[in-house]
């Protein structure tokens, strides 16, 4: 395993300062009398312009597109986040995240890479696969207490649920993301 540039400070807890859960947004009467509707629905982020969608839970794998700019809310690929749309996706997305910590002068890390990519195409629409590259966002990655890369990591609900680190081939990681989603 290699270890990211940036220099290291202690583990903070998640959520980072500044974001906020999805669910403690909503207003408890909302809660009461939209029940049924939320359960039946999801929001989802756009992964182009970052809109959140309401997408209802059956048409997840219909090939849905944004309300906004009419792209496909699932392509089966990994969108490349930067850390402000990073922390939208975990703060507003009902769909679990998915996310590989990565830099390019890692080894491991491009190891990675096509084993993520492929993840993707079988794991959505059920979960959002996300990269952050640790060089451009270190002071996420420090937020986050990222010390080694590739850090595979997994938010839902607004937190962090999983975390793991070093390269895996597919069917491990498959695994190990579907006990986690
Ligand atoms: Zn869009």
Redesign the pocket.
């Known amino acids: 395993m290699e270890f990211a540039r940036a220099p290291v400070t202690a583990v903070t807890d998640f959520p980072v300062p500044g974001m906020q859960s999805f669910r403690s947004t909503k207003r408890g009467v909302e809660d009461a009398t939209n029940l049924e509707d939320k359960s039946a629905t999801m929001n989802v982020l ?1 992964p ?4 959140a ?1 309401r997408v209802p839970r059956e048409r997840l794998a219909d090939g849905p597109s ?6 496909a809310l699932f392509d089966a690929h990994p969108v490349e986040l930067a850390g402000p749309a990073f922390r939208r996706h975990v703060a507003n997305s009902e769909l679990p995240l998915i996310v590989d910590f990565w830099a390019p002068w890692c080894a491991p890390c491009r190891m990675m890479a096509p084993v993520f990519e492929r993840a993707a195409r079988e794991l959505e629409p059920h979960a959002r696969f996300a990269k952050v590259n640790t060089d451009q966002e270190q002071e996420l990655a420090q937020s986050l207490g990222i010390r080694g890369i590739p850090t595979l990591a997994i938010f839902k609900g607004g937190k962090e649920v999983a975390r793991t680190s070093g390269a895996m081939d597919e069917s491990r990681f498959v695994a190990w993301a579907r006990s986690h989603i």
């Open positions: 756009c182009h312009c970052e809109t969608n944004c309300g906004a700019c009419k792209a």
